[in-house]
């Protein structure tokens, strides 16, 4: 399982565009970057997944380089109600989901 | 879709006393769930992966008497706490896998709160 290293937490302000990066040196050939979304007492939620290059869906875009070493996560706009933990997890499809600590994103007014 | 629901979403009970959770996969069938538990502001950590119709395997350091799953169809599992004691006291949730474009998604419940006094 490819280690990942993220911030602890970050601050925004409302209407603004956030970016939050994941560091994986060690992420395999048939990983996949996977970013998931979760509320104070809800599940986790899937926010978006990717290979290589860009992805972009109605939610978030995720930027991967190259080397696939680090992704990161741009929420464009964002509002108080993206207030929340983010996970990256990098594995291979198919594989049982170990979280990471995650980043805490506080938007402020 | 890929709904997954939880019950209770939340549940107190006495120390010494068996709570039940159940996780449901309303819209699809799933072969595999699994069973994690999150403390406050700490990740969620993964108890173990139920699988229908055998034994659930258990990731380490988790009692498998302690926590017992039934995976009994294949859309439901239970996650039964025996003996509860305040330090299990805890957020727990569940998620269950579907087959999407020839890969296994996880999708996951909306959690149970489950205080032990």
């Known amino acids: 399982l490819a280690k990942t290293t993220q911030p602890i937490s970050m601050d925004s302000y409302e209407g603004q565009e956030v970016n939050i990066t994941c560091s994986h040196n060690?992420?395999?050939?048939?990983?996949?970057i996977t970013w998931y979304q979760q509320f104070p007492s809800q599940g986790p939620r899937f926010i978006i997944q990717g290979y290589k290059t860009k992805v972009t869906n109605e939610v978030a875009s995720l930027f991967i380089p190259a080397d696939r070493k680090s992704s990161t996560l741009s929420l464009p706009r964002v509002s108080l109600s993206d207030t929340a933990v983010y996970y990256c997890?990098?594995?291979?499809?198919?594989?049982?989901?170990?979280f990471g600590k995650g980043t805490r994103l506080h938007i402020l007014p | 879709g890929a709904v997954v629901s939880q019950h209770p979403s939340w549940v107190i009970c006495k120390s010494g006393t068996s709570v039940k959770i159940e996780c449901r996969s309303l819209d699809f069938q799933a072969t595999t769930m699994f069973w994690y538990r999150q403390f406050p502001k700490q990740s969620l950590m993964l108890m173990a992966t139920?699988?229908?119709?055998?034994?659930?395997?258990?990731e380490q350091g988790v009692e498998k008497d302690k926590f017992l799953i039934n995976h009994a169809s294949l859309t439901l599992s239970t996650l039964t706490v025996t003996s509860a004691h305040p330090e299990d006291s805890s957020f727990y949730i569940c998620s269950a896998e579907k087959t999407v474009s020839s890969y296994n998604e996880q999708f996951f419940g909306p959690g149970t709160r489950l205080t032990v006094l």
């Open positions: 060690n992420i395999a050939t048939n990983d996949y």
């Open positions: 997890l990098v594995l291979p499809r198919d594989d049982k989901i170990i």
């Open positions: 139920s699988n229908e119709g055998s034994k659930a395997t258990y």
